[in-house]
């Protein structure tokens, strides 16, 4: 072996080694990169690796260095740029393509899937996995094609199913091949369906699906999975502690704000069963609001409302000892914006989204050198595989969320960019809440782990009936 591995690790490349097709569902941190790489130093093959854009270059082509026997490279970017990958290793003989690594992302290998298997892969690995969670997608049909194509499967994952056990279908699909059963006789065997009834439908549909038994389901899982939390690896992993921020909105904000809720909550049908406007587009709005600002859809520009929630970061900041690096988590553009307007004069920083993708992996080494204190960053940019528990001779150990994920797999994750193998202090989750408003519900759903997106609109919807039952006992009176 080219590194010296975890006790953990030894027992994931041993797993892999034994089972040829298996998923490493390892909680983020704890080196699942890594365990991968040894796997193919050990058993050498031609290998496809498919990844998050984010971590393609840095995770991959960082922790691939330990491995100089393996030609890792990327296929990704320009034409021209994949052509010269893949010519690369089709040019070689047999024997030498046996320690290429192709390194490409989702969409890439979703779009030129039949030009990569012309290299003949023998083994494919999904680097979190959990985006293929959605059966029906592109990408989950692409990649189950192709692995129905190749000796070995590697899936790598902390969050395999985010947000109901039938997500974990399309990666035992990918494990199993053809031999698995189809997904509703699958989940026939395991699962009990809840149904939901929709406005304008005859028939129910399915709204979730519950374990029929949850134990003897994680039996199952486990024999394709090596599953581990840093709990049960490592007893002196430093603990995490959250910290709520409640901010009372100014008034014009709340102005903005409840304009929104009043107009959605009229929308509410006589049939009390739905809203006549779309949820998603008002949940955005009042979560954008929440932040300081909203988009003007029809001029497409942003409009600042306040600055309640920078005044609550700044104050989080000067408590912070002089050098003290940190991580801001904010989920739209223009959040990022104001509060890297806001920290310009004071910290050297860097801001990490969907405008600076190219750059991503030089300004988190920035960070890393200690060049920069702090990074504000979006989660579906940094969130996956970047490790930033040190910031030149200091450890990181806040995270500030300006603002929170709608999406709970990828607040885990961001989370635990910091709280990862190495971090040595107690990790800080500083999270800015604006009183009675949208983040409430959210923070609440995060805490208990459930589906996001249904919390707040059980809570919206439970709103709207309280105010439809207020207006008509005033009309009877």
């Not at 390892?26 to 365990?35: P, V």
Request: proline content about 4%; aromatic content about 10%.
């Amino acid at each position: 072996m080219s590194v010296e591995l975890f006790p953990h690790q030894r027992e994931g490349v041993d797993f892999v080694l034994n089972k040829g097709r298996a998923c490493l569902f390892y909680e983020q941190g704890l080196g699942k990169t890594i365990t991968a790489l040894t796997v193919m130093d050990l058993d050498r093959g031609f290998t496809v690796v498919v990844c998050p854009r984010s971590i393609m270059k840095g995770t991959w082509l960082e922790d691939s260095s330990h491995f100089p026997d393996l030609d890792v490279n990327i296929y990704h970017g320009s034409n021209r740029d994949k052509r010269n990958t893949f010519f690369h290793y089709k040019m070689m003989g047999d024997e030498q393509r046996r320690c290429g690594v192709l390194v490409t992302t989702f969409d890439t290998f979703r779009l030129h899937k039949d030009e990569i298997m012309r290299l003949e892969p023998y083994r494919i690995v999904v680097d979190e996995s959990s985006r293929m969670k959605n059966r029906n997608s592109e990408t989950a049909k692409a990649i189950i094609s192709c692995t129905d194509r190749v000796e070995k499967v590697i899936l790598m994952t902390g969050t395999p199913a985010p947000n109901g056990p039938e997500e974990y279908f399309t990666q035992i699909r990918c494990v199993y091949g053809v031999s698995c059963p189809s997904f509703w006789t699958w989940s026939g065997k395991f699962m009990t369906k809840i149904m939901k009834t929709v406005p304008g439908r005859r028939t129910p549909v399915v709204d979730r699906f519950v374990l029929k038994d949850p134990a003897e389901f994680a039996r199952r899982i486990e024999r394709m999975a090596h599953v581990k939390k840093k709990i049960d690896c490592f007893k002196d992993m430093p603990e995490k502690l959250e910290r709520v921020v409640s901010v009372d909105l100014s008034t014009r904000e709340k102005g903005m704000y409840h304009s929104i809720e009043d107009e959605f909550f009229a929308s509410f049908n006589d049939d009390g069963d739905g809203f006549d406007i779309d949820p998603t587009a008002v949940t955005m709005k009042l979560r954008q609001v929440c932040g300081g600002n909203i988009r003007d859809t029809e001029n497409e520009v942003w409009k600042k409302v306040g600055r309640s929630k920078l005044d609550a970061l700044q104050e989080i900041i000067d408590g912070f000892d002089p050098g003290r690096p940190f991580i801001v988590w904010t989920q739209f553009r223009e959040e990022a914006t104001r509060v890297s307007e806001m920290l310009a004069d004071q910290i050297d920083h860097r801001v990490c989204d969907g405008r600076s993708s190219d750059d991503i992996p030089w300004f988190l080494e920035e960070f890393r050198k200690g060049d920069v204190r702090c990074l504000v960053c979006h989660p579906q940019s940094v969130g996956h595989g970047a490790t930033l528990v040190r910031c030149g001779d200091r450890f990181c150990s806040d995270a500030i969320y300006y603002s929170m994920s709608y999406s709970y797999e990828l607040q885990v994750q961001s989370m635990d960019r910091i709280h990862r193998i190495g971090q040595m202090e107690p990790c800080t989750y500083w999270y800015i809440v604006a009183e009675n408003t949208i983040d409430e519900a959210i923070r609440k759903a995060i805490a208990s782990k459930e589906r996001i997106s249904e919390r707040v609109m059980t809570e919206l919807r439970a709103i709207a009936f309280e105010r439809k039952n207020l207006a008509q006992a005033r009309k009877e009176k």
